[in-house]
């Protein structure tokens, strides 16, 4: 096999509008006064993660995030915190795995990982177990294989893998396994590359990537790419950026990302950047959001994109430094 | 409907106006709308009881009553104007029954005859992407109209009637089809679809993004690329459309892989083609507007649509749209004297009444000799088949009898468009004779033979499957009258224009089209009928107003 | 709970404002949902029917975006707590069961990608006790209205594999609508990926005679297809999983064909 370097380097990349992205995201975050601030309060969280991982791939994190903003966002994710030792995704709103994971790599972007009580979030996060080794995202019982992800990563960053049943929580996610070698978000649910990315990240941090059958899935991710270049998410269906992550990490995990066109994909995801406002949008000449920019930078990341100074690690959704100082070790490290 | 209904002298015409229009046929109503609408003063004189000519529905009072009484018809009756009847029950011409609208033995005597709106003209489809749709939304029409979609359409060949496959769905479902035969149509139909939505860019698009546009032929997701990444693979398609000079849809057809029965089908189903040596240029277009209508009003709804209470409802929506923009309508009261050899002009109405006007509008006279246009209506107990209300059955030519010429197009519908009683059907057939020494009627009753039970007559297995029985003709009758041509016209002033009777076509292009060539004769080569106003949107509006009329 | 309502309707994605609803309901019912115990503050007018208003609010989220998590989720609760109270072979749950698959096939009619839907449905179906024959059928009547319909493809596999092993005859139905949509659209993904997984439970047919002749014939298609539209990548790859006597070319072929995917071929060749 050929190595993932070697391929990389033929790639010839357009540039990334990195400074017009970082005051992107930081204007996101400063209008507070918008309808739309008010209706993504409950996943405000999500959205921090999304910015500050994205200023810090692209290696301008702290030029754009003083100590100051560094504090109040800090502090924010510290208001999140609920009883149960879940965050949620907005203060005043219910704690959920989803958000849990959020406020974890949040800290961890920011080198902060000792303001985590981690006996509660690693107790809140057991207490979500099921006995078929399945997670719930929080107290209301719904179950997806989303959140056994969630569960796995943050207790990995925490370093408290062994406090649940790893696994069973694998053997569940087989479960999931579809007729495409795809995964879905429980028995019988259909393969989506969103939850493709999630259960083979799952498996990776619990090392039980032998039930993945890396041919088929690898096959059926690489058949996500559409003639203009960009990735979609289940067949037939229009491409959109967020998958240059989903099924590009799912494929770097596999190591596999040779199977598609980069070159394409690169310059798909290029064509949705903003260059004058900043920001990537879903497909070229739509709106562009954090979420888009985000992933769309990641994907980037893992094609060896220049601009993208901090390379992101598939498994964790954080540049590998990050992964180094919290003494993981990165996926492009372990692999070859 | 603010129209004045003339009796004898005692209605006061005005004594001018602008235009007066002879006749509330469909392209006069088109046109004395279009014409109110740009200000004119408008007077419409018809001497019939009811809107629109031989474009309008058998009269719903009196002889629609005559109906099942057993009695003649009198002489006020629509049906007289087409000359001779023939008994579709049992297929003879009988003179002193020809006026007779008969009544079945076992058909309840004391049936609501009223439950039935039966249209003189039909079968007549408008296509949801066809320029007579484009004129209904422009002018308002349509708000006076709702429309149901054709649920199917069947080609006669050989004893057996088989449903056309008009999109993937249905020619994914189609066992009846081989594996290259899939294949050669979708191709052929999606390369067609690629050329009518380039075609069409200029204008209008049907549909919005690229997921939503093509769930009628093909291009799905993964194909997706928005209009600047349109691929060469796509262009190698369409450039394999050219017509050849001169050549015949069939041959054209042939040169693109089609089997004989696609060929058919293609030809007279979905172009909606009349003869067999149709030219290739002209299908195409009409089968570019038929890809193009296809579930233009939903993902499961056909290209063709039918007016609910008929097509005689058309003509009278127009004039609604007319009387609006201040025209005026006179019921019982035609044009007795024309002389048109000054500039201005008069008129004298069969009330004795002078009317001035500037310009004349009248119908073209009812030629002498040429094409005949034939049509039948029967009410039977009973669908053709029980899935469908409303289909379309068509006969090739020489398909269903050895004289046949030219297509026949028969017409199902259902009580769900409210043209007759629950449980009852209406059947329209038509067709063209060319040939003088046939009997006209040959071909319309071969083809009934196929489709129904008549009475005596010994009855053969139905076309649509063994096990599925043919309903029985409860009523019928058959006429005729010469077919109308936009060629039949010479304009021989610049201040009379003529429209013809119903012509051949399938559809009510040519009604329009004949509407517009009055309008441009009078009113100059660059009018265009019901212009849009500046600033209004040129897309979809109308489609939306368009979804809404389309009842479910 | 009337402020929680118009709350979701506007953005029913706040997990919080639907875990209020449940706490609401959870504190009013106790543990008993068929019984409704006071703190009826005008709200709910048949008593004991919270079920009513909540499988309201949930539609209304749901026609809103079809794609909500949470909503899609409380539905779920609710059915759970109707079938724990009233059991599912009769009577309240069941009437409701029968008004979610109607809700279902409506908005899969609208948008028949929709795995949120799928996914309830399937939930649906089984606490209806629908039998596989049905939901085969119904699997059929989708992917008919529309081949490319992955999800609905996807959904007949896994109810044939619940079905256990499939045999010759299974198999040798499925490969003839599979071929179907090849020959309408044969650059249609659908179907192939379909085939392939048809292609692996084949191979694992014991009977050798019948192995071989159903992929035999499968493979005569697949050059049929091939024959047809030599441009098309999907009969080559298929041919290649039937055990193609010329793995290697057709690999070549296939990286020329579809070099976006030459990564691929290349190494399933030098296999």
């Known amino acids: ?336 | 409907m603010p129209a004045n209904d003339a009796r004898g002298d005692e209605f006061d015409l005005p004594k001018s106006c602008d235009v007066l229009i002879v006749g509330t046929a469909l392209p006069q109503a088109v046109l004395a709308a279009a014409i109110a609408r740009r200000g004119e003063r408008v007077v419409c004189l018809d001497a019939g009881t009811s809107y629109g000519d031989a474009f309008g529905a058998f009269a719903a009072t009196t002889p629609a009553r005559g109906l099942f009484a057993s009695d003649a018809i009198d002489g006020e009756n629509a049906w007289e104007t087409f000359g001779t009847c023939v008994d579709a029950k049992t297929g003879r011409v009988d003179d002193t029954a020809s006026r007779r609208l008969r009544r079945s033995a076992n058909e309840d005597a004391n049936a609501p005859a009223r439950g039935y709106s039966i249209d003189l003209n039909a079968p007549r489809l408008a296509l949801g992407a066809d320029g007579f749709v484009e004129t209904l939304v422009r002018s308002g029409a349509h708000k006076y109209l709702e429309f149901k979609a054709i649920e199917r359409t069947f080609v006669y060949a050989d004893g057996v009637a088989r449903a056309v496959a008009s999109n993937r769905s249905d020619v994914f479902k189609d066992r009846g089809l081989s594996g290259g035969e899939k294949r050669a149509l979708m191709r052929f139909l999606k390369a067609v679809h690629v050329e009518a939505m380039r075609d069409a860019t200029g204008r209008r698009r049907s549909g919005k993004s690229g997921e939503e546009t093509n769930v009628a032929v093909g291009a799905p997701g993964s194909e997706w690329g928005g209009d600047e990444f349109q691929t060469t693979k796509d262009d190698d398609d369409a450039e394999g459309l050219r017509v050849e000079n001169g050549e015949t849809m069939d041959a054209f057809l042939t040169r693109h892989g089609l089997s004989a029965s696609l060929r058919a089908a293609v030809t007279y189903a979905l172009a909606l083609q009349t003869r067999a040596d149709c030219a290739a240029a002209t299908a195409l277009e009409d089968l570019k507007v038929y890809i193009l209508s296809v579930a233009k009003y939903g993902p499961q709804t056909g290209a063709c649509l039918i007016p609910v209470y008929g097509a005689g409802d058309i003509p009278q929506a127009f004039c609604r749209v007319g009387a609006v923009d201040g025209a005026t309508y006179v019921l019982r009261q035609g044009v007795r004297e024309l002389d048109a050899s000054t500039t201005i002009s008069a008129a004298i109405s069969t009330g004795g009444q002078e009317i001035r006007a500037r310009k004349f509008i009248v119908p073209a006279p009812e030629r002498s000799s040429g094409p005949l246009l034939v049509h039948a209506v029967c009410i039977l107990d009973a669908p053709l088949v029980a899935e469908y209300g409303q289909m379309l059955v068509v006969f090739p030519p020489l398909s269903a009898a050895d004289a046949q010429t030219a297509v026949i197009r028969a017409l199902q519908v259902g009580s769900h468009t409210g043209c007759c009683p629950e449980g009852k059907y209406l059947l329209y057939l038509s067709t063209v004779v060319d040939d003088v020494n046939v009997d006209p009627y040959a071909g319309l009753n071969a083809a009934l033979d196929v489709l129904v039970r008549r009475g005596e007559v010994s009855s053969t297995a139905s076309a649509f499957g063994a096990d599925v029985e043919k309903p029985e003709v409860l009523w019928g009758t058959m006429y005729k009258r010469r077919c109308g041509h936009l060629d039949d016209i010479e304009c021989s002033s610049s201040n009379v224009a003529y429209c013809p009777g119903p012509d051949e076509l399938a559809t009510f292009e040519g009604a329009l089209r004949a509407a517009e060539r009055a309008y441009k004769a009078l009113f100059g080569d660059d009018q265009e009928m019901f212009p849009l106003t500046e600033g209004e949107p040129k897309e979809t509006t109308g489609d939306d107003d368009m979804d809404a009329m389309l009842e479910d | 709970m009337k402020a929680c309502e118009k709350l979701l309707g506007l953005c029913p994605e706040i997990l919080t404002a639907w875990n209020y609803r449940r706490e609401t309901i959870e504190a009013r019912t106790g543990d008993a949902a068929t019984t409704s115990e006071g703190g009826d503050e005008g709200e709910g007018e048949g008593e004991g029917d919270w079920w009513s208003d909540e499988l309201r609010v949930s539609e209304t989220a749901l026609r809103n975006n079809p794609k909500s998590y949470p909503s899609w989720y409380h539905r779920k609760w609710v059915l759970r707590r109707m079938i724990e109270a009233f059991g599912t072979e009769e009577g309240k749950a069941r009437e409701t069961l029968e008004r979610e698959a109607k809700l279902c096939a409506d908005m899969l009619n609208a948008d028949d990608r929709n795995f949120h839907c799928w996914a309830y449905r399937r939930f649906v179906a089984e606490k209806l006790g629908r039998g596989v024959d049905e939901e085969l059928q119904y699997t059929l009547t989708k992917i008919e209205n529309n081949f490319s319909n992955y999800s609905a493809w996807h959904y007949r596999s896994a109810i044939l594999e619940s079905r256990g092993a499939a045999d010759a005859e299974t198999l040798e139905r499925e490969f003839e609508l599979a071929s179907n949509a090849f020959y309408t659209e044969p650059e249609d993904q659908s179907a192939w990926m379909y085939h392939r997984w048809l292609t692996s439970r084949a191979r694992a047919i014991e009977d050798a005679k019948d192995r071989e002749s159903l992929l035999e014939r499968e493979r005569q298609t697949c050059r049929e297809v091939s024959d047809l539209e030599p441009t098309c990548k999907w009969p080559l790859l298929a041919l290649a999983s039937l055990g193609d006597e010329h793995p290697r070319e057709m690999f070549q072929n296939l990286a020329a064909l579809d070099p976006a995917r030459g990564g691929y071929y290349r190494e399933r060749r030098s296999e």
């Open chain 1, 1 to 336: 096999m050929s190595s993932l370097a070697d391929e990389v380097t033929t790639i010839a990349f357009e540039s990334l509008a990195v400074d017009a992205h970082a005051s992107f995201i930081v204007n996101a975050s400063a209008s507070e006064d918008t309808l739309e601030h008010a209706f993504t309060e409950h996943l405000r969280l999500s959205g921090i993660y999304w910015g500050v991982c994205a200023l810090a791939t692209m290696g301008n994190l702290r030029k754009t995030m003083d100590a100051d903003k560094r504090e109040e966002i800090l502090s924010y994710v510290a208001s999140c915190r609920c009883e149960s030792g879940a965050y949620s995704g907005g203060a005043g709103h219910d704690g959920h795995v989803l958000y849990t994971l959020s406020a974890v790599q949040i800290y961890a972007l920011f080198d902060a990982m000792d303001r985590i009580d981690r006996d509660s979030v690693v107790n809140y996060v057991k207490g979500l177990q099921l006995a078929d080794g399945s997670f719930q995202g929080d107290e209301w019982g719904e179950v997806d294989t989303r959140f056994t992800y969630c569960a796995l990563s943050t207790l990995r960053l925490l370093d408290r893998l062994h406090e649940v049943d790893v696994e069973a929580a694998c053997a569940y996610i087989n479960k999931c396994k579809n007729f495409d070698g795809g995964f879905g978000a429980t028995p019988g649910g259909e393969s989506h590359a969103g939850q493709v990315f999630t259960c083979v990240g799952a498996l990776a941090i619990g090392n039980r990537l032998d039930y993945v059958d890396g041919d088929l899935l690898g096959w059926w991710l690489a058949e996500r790419q559409v003639k203009v270049g960009g990735l979609n998410g289940r067949p037939e269906k229009l491409p959109d950026v967020c998958y240059s992550w989903w099924v590009l990490s799912a494929l770097s995990i596999l190591g596999k990302t040779h199977w598609i066109d980069r070159g394409a994909l690169a310059r798909f995801i290029l064509r949705c950047q903003d260059e004058t406002s900043g920001g990537i949008s879903d497909r070229p000449d739509d709106e562009p959001d954090v979420y888009h920019t985000f992933f769309g930078i990641a994907g980037l990341s893992l094609m060896g994109h220049p601009a993208v100074v901090e390379p992101i690690d598939p498994v964790f959704a954080l540049p590998n430094s990050v992964l180094k100082q919290l003494g993981i070790e990165p996926w492009s490290a372990r692999k070859c």
